[in-house]
């Protein structure tokens, strides 16, 4: 079981994330955000070997582009409505498309957007809500299993130790994002709930 944190902001959390052995480590570049990082700041956070993806809502791809080379990006998470092409020029092997079940009417509509961007990203993050993130809220996991993804994906929306057992029960993401759910304030994470979640996530 793949995990991700998302949403870091300081040294001492991606520290303890490093220690944990997680394998992605995740940067908000929205500056709305209550943990938006600036690009040359994530830069000088040692995060080892974890892959590291950056969380994109509203910026185009030559933006991207920039604060990647600038903040030592593996990744670009597409959060907003970054159009096919837009995909395409970031190169496909670099994008985490982001969906939300709920905007969807059907399983069957939920998955033609799977299918629409097979071939523009590496992996897919199932997120709860319409927009946006970290809102704590997660969606109905028992929904996601008749899905099919011809990449691996991400599970998040709420989890935590407490909500990852059923959750991963009920479907069988490649991993996890953890984010508001081992927190004690946006942007903060919690030393204990973020050890509990990493190793309840891959027990």
């Known amino acids: 079981m ?16 490093v220690e944990l052995g997680v394998d992605f480590c995740g940067f908000i570049f929205h500056p709305q955000s209550p943990r938006a990082i600036a690009p040359a700041r994530a830069a000088e956070l040692d995060s080892g070997d974890c ?53 969807f009417a059907s399983v069957s509509a939920l998955q033609a957007e799977i299918d629409r961007h097979a071939r523009t990203c590496a992996w897919y993050l199932l997120d709860a809500g319409k927009r946006g993130g970290g809102s704590g809220r997660h969606l109905d996991w028992d929904s996601l299993r008749e899905l099919r993804f ?27 994002d953890l984010n508001s759910g ?7 994470k919690d030393v204990d709930r973020l050890r509990e979640a990493v190793l309840t996530a891959r027990a």
């Open 150 to 176: 011809p990449h691996p994906w991400l599970l998040a929306g709420g989890l935590s130790a407490a909500t990852l057992p059923a959750a991963l029960q009920s479907c069988r993401p490649d991993g996890v």
């Open 51 to 103: 892959r590291r993806v950056g969380v994109f809502v509203e910026q185009g791809s030559e933006e991207i582009l920039g604060v990647m080379d600038a903040a030592r990006l593996d990744f670009a998470q597409l959060h907003g409505r970054q159009s096919v092409d837009c995909a395409l020029r970031i190169g496909a092997e670099k994008v985490i498309r982001v969906l939300w079940p709920e905007r």
């Open 182 to 188: 081992i927190e004690v304030a946006p942007g903060v």
């Open 2 to 17: 793949l995990v991700k944190i998302c949403g870091l902001k300081r040294a001492e959390d991606v520290r303890e994330a």
